[in-house]
């Protein structure tokens, strides 16, 4: 019996729906339809994997697809546990197309075996945004309170915020409902700005849904225990708890979640200050880490979340329990690194200031810490005044005679200036066509030094994506899809060509769990199994495999990455070679050959390695 994916299409214009069904084999999940779909119809495509409600750990993601404003390219975000309460409408994808007259809330309710109610209904936005505690979490309390009593379960919203009006970088916030109270576990799809393309490009500020549609999703135990035996020696419960020691609590370190154990293993590697600890000597980057990361902001967080045991999840069963909160801050490594220490903030009462402003406006979080990162650092150098950016303060940008709480509240409170700036458009700060228009048009009224020290990943003409916060050269790499670990991000030297092909090999595996909509928290069972579960399930893996490797393909030949323009992205390639050499003492003689080159012409070397890198992922990423 064959097997659809159906997607239920709206047209956000006339507020028209239908639902269209896709066979399984042909496409196989949220990904490579929605590339399909976007190709079309430059829709904005929300959906789940195969395996939603089912047993399997981490099924649950919501992924988003389509063309990203900011990075100009298809791109995919995804959304933890918002998938459980999506799979309650029977459907596994909708498709937004057309654009709203004015800003709307998209209504989705399915009672039991009924057809799916649709409404479009206009919304004042900057009116709600302003109410109870601000921008995102006052529109999902806007919608759940407006909506919430049509639902017999408890449904989900979706919400966006100012910043999805006035920048490219605007993200998607959710959280788990609970007995009709919107919890503090916020749940984000921030990467590629969705965002400010549902707002700007649909005219929705804001989805809920939910219903009480049951289907055949996979709940047999016992057969999936039986997979992982004959693989692991371990059910599937036991293979998944050990699989996310990292993100629960993790023994070697003492601490646990992204946060706790990046910050307990980075030592000299950190990075801080808009990246300028690469041109400190080692001693300097430990001092940082010992006294402002060990001592003070990695404590603060061991003792308020860890031993507090302030953890929960997404909103899915799940033994990862990674979201780590303190009161209602959720505390990642990504954001409380890139409007933490990137910007001069190591207190956690100062970083909950500025994530939580940035948040509540609905920023994708590790976009915006690198542009106040990079304007701080400005202004600090005398390339910006204050007046122009419309701010009151000045940072305080070095670590010698640093005040750990005093200095970091100091470099908040700029940062939500900053933020207000951006969003009320004061003085120059006109983000609309993004940062990177943004900063080369200011490069040309105050000199290449403005732009020089902004780093980011740059696509064909406006294009940009702020990199993930590791100090190793794949987070620069020339990918179809940066700012995601759709490549390599290990802290080892691979030289370039080397690096390319494992930046494909990840962008294939990434790929794989996204399209299933599986959290990558699980990917040590979920890359070798979920191969094996869908052939047991569908008995279609060929299909699938084959269906990965053309999926990887379609999007690299749509890659118009662009050679890094600004020397700090060449700087940060010919540190992290210098540190392996010096610190770490490598005896590889091919790193030895590429520091030297580094050394003799930093341009012509950064240029040679970013081919090198290119090329390897090329021809790593094509069908024979």
């Known amino acids: 019996m064959d097997t659809f994916l159906k997607a239920l299409f709206i047209d956000a214009g006339t507020g028209f729906y239908r639902v269209e069904r896709f066979k399984l084999g042909d496409f196989f999940g949220p990904v490579d339809l929605g590339l399909h779909l976007s190709g079309k119809y430059n829709s904005l495509n929300i959906g789940t994997g195969l395996l939603c409600g089912s047993i399997i750990p981490g099924s649950n993601r919501l992924i988003f697809s389509g063309f990203s404003p900011c990075w100009g390219g298809f791109y995919v ?55 109870g505690r601000g921008g995102v979490y006052s529109m999902m309390e806007y919608a759940c309170k407006t909506f919430g009593g049509n639902y017999e379960n408890d449904p989900r919203v979706l919400a966006t915020g100012p910043a999805a009006r006035a920048t490219d970088i605007g993200a998607i916030c959710s959280a788990p409902i609970v007995k009709g109270r919107i919890t503090p576990v916020d749940t984000w799809a921030g990467r590629g700005g969705f965002g400010a393309k549902l707002l700007k490009e649909h005219g929705i500020a804001a989805i809920i ?66 990246y300028t600890s690469i041109y400190l000597e080692e001693e300097e980057r430990l001092f940082i880490h010992k006294n402002f990361i060990l001592n003070h902001y990695l404590k603060q967080f061991n003792s308020e979340t860890i031993s507090a045991k302030q953890h929960h999840t997404c909103g899915e069963p799940c033994a990862a329990v990674c979201k780590k909160m303190n009161n209602e801050y959720k505390k990642d490594y990504e ?42 650092e400005c202004l600090s150098k005398n390339l910006i005044t204050p007046a122009e950016l419309g701010v009151s303060r000045m940072p305080v940008f070095s670590y010698k005679g640093f005040n750990v709480e005093t200095d970091s509240n100091t470099n908040a409170e ?156 060449c700087d940060l390639v010919k540190s992290f070679l210098q540190r392996k050499q010096k610190t770490e003492g490598s005896k590889s003689e091919e790193l030895a050959e590429w520091a030297k080159r580094f050394e003799e012409d930093c341009g012509k070397a950064a240029l040679d390695f970013w081919y090198e890198m290119h090329k390897g992922t090329h021809e790593s990423l094509r069908q024979e």
């Open 77 to 131: 975000s995804s959304m933890g546990g918002a998938g459980l309460v999506f799979d309650n409408l029977g459907i596994n994808m909708i498709s937004i197309i057309n654009s709203a007259h004015s800003p709307s809330i998209i209504y989705l309710n399915r009672s039991h075996g009924e057809e799916i109610e649709v409404k479009i209904v206009p919304v004042d936005a900057d009116k709600i945004w302003k109410q």
């Open 209 to 274: 849904y939910g219903g009480t549609f049951i289907d055949e999703d996979f709940r047999n135990r016992s057969v999936a225990d039986e997979w992982f035996m004959n693989k692991y020696n371990k059910k599937l419960a036991a293979k998944d708890f050990d699989a996310t020691v990292k993100y629960r609590f993790d023994p070697k370190f003492g601490t646990g979640g992204t946060f706790g154990s990046n910050y307990a293993a980075l030592a000299g590697s950190m990075l801080s200050f808009n």
């Open 335 to 376: 954001p409380y690194q890139a409007m933490g220490p990137l910007c001069g903030i190591f207190d956690q009462r100062a970083a909950e200031k500025l994530a939580g402003r940035a948040d509540a406006c609905g920023f994708d979080a590790i976009s915006i810490g690198g542009v106040l990162a990079w304007l701080m």
């Open 414 to 569: 700029l940062g939500c200036e900053l933020i207000d700036s951006i969003l009320e458009k004061r003085g120059i700060m006109d983000f609309g066509e993004g940062a990177r228009k943004f900063a080369r048009r200011l490069a040309r009224e105050k000199g290449p030094d403005v732009l020089n020290c902004f780093v980011y990943n740059a696509f064909a003409r406006k294009g940009w994506m702020a990199p993930n916060q590791y100090w190793t050269p794949g987070v620069l790499s020339p990918m179809a899809i940066a700012g995601k670990y759709y490549m390599y991000y290990g802290q080892e030297f691979i030289a370039p060509r080397e690096l390319g092909r494992v930046n494909a090999s990840r962008f294939r595996m990434e790929l794989m769990l996204d399209n299933l909509g599986l959290c990558r928290f699980h990917r040590g069972w979920a890359e070798d199994m979920a191969p094996e579960i869908i052939e047991t399930l569908f008995g279609i893996k060929k299909q699938f495999m084959e269906n990965i490797l053309a999926t990887a393909e379609r999007i690299n030949s749509r890659n118009s990455s662009v050679f890094w323009e600004t020397r700090r992205n």
